[in-house]
């Protein structure tokens, strides 16, 4: 009789083992039910704290979400993002095609003497679009009116690599827009600030990263170098 009881025991033991591994719902349905009457108090936060602590993670849904770049009419770009994002909503692919961008950013360039802010594309001909790669939304891109293709290998479109989506993102998002050269070495330029003022010279050097030029100005019959900013300066 002893031998039995153990024997029932053990065997409850390994069914509770095995619907530990089945899953919690298969445990529940294997504990028996509260006698009538009796509540059974709720587990404190606390409880199901260490609960989830103890379990394992819940996985995180899988996403095949990534950038690819779209070629397509060089100057159309604001055309066939339109285009793109009327036919993502029409054709309701709202859950494969995610984002169409243009990257752009803002550059302070220098006219007839004037300084203004111009938006400038930083790959003209390009656009990016963050989707979920497959049939649909492959016909659905390479349909839109404007777009040429896909940049990839061969036939296969080639997703960019994170850190490359980040570098393009921080250059769109900086602060400061960039400073437009439209002068080069042995170029002659005009002053158009500071002490040498509406002086005639021939660029020497350029610093793109201090934004800083040297012009060889004409002064008391010999080449002077002067150091300027990109802005004191433009080309004739």
């Not at 445990?27 to 409880?47: N, T």
């Not at 550059?107 to 963050?130: A, M, N, S, W």
Request: proline share 6%; with cysteine; charged share 35%.
């Amino acid at each position: 009789m002893e031998e039995e009881v153990l024997s029932a025991t053990e065997e409850q033991e390994v069914t509770a083992e095995e619907a530990v591994e089945a899953g919690e719902a298969a445990l529940v349905a294997e504990a028996p039910s509260p006698p009538e009457g009796e509540e059974v108090p709720a587990p404190s936060e606390a409880e199901e704290a260490g609960e989830e602590a103890e379990g394992e993670e819940p996985a995180e849904p899988t996403d095949d979400r990534a950038w690819y770049v779209v070629h397509c009419y060089s100057g159309y770009e604001h055309k066939v993002k339109h285009n793109l994002e009327q036919r993502i909503e029409t054709m309701g692919m709202q859950d494969k095609i995610f984002q169409v961008v243009i990257p752009t950013e803002e550059e302070i360039e220098v006219k007839d003497g004037k300084r203004r802010t111009v938006e400038r594309r930083v790959f003209p001909g390009y656009i990016l679009v963050q989707m979920i790669m497959d049939d649909d939304s492959w016909y659905v891109v390479r349909n839109t009116p404007g777009v040429t293709g896909f940049v990839g290998m061969g036939n296969r479109p080639t997703p960019l690599r994170s850190e490359e989506v980040q570098a393009i993102m921080r250059r769109m998002e900086a602060e400061a827009p960039r400073i437009r050269v439209t002068f080069r070495r042995g170029q002659k330029v005009r002053i158009i600030d500071g002490p040498f003022n509406e002086f005639i010279g021939v660029v020497e050097d350029i610093d793109m990263e201090r934004a800083k030029v040297r012009v060889l100005v004409s002064f008391f019959g010999r080449d002077t170098p002067v150091e300027l900013d990109f802005l004191q300066v433009e080309k004739i």
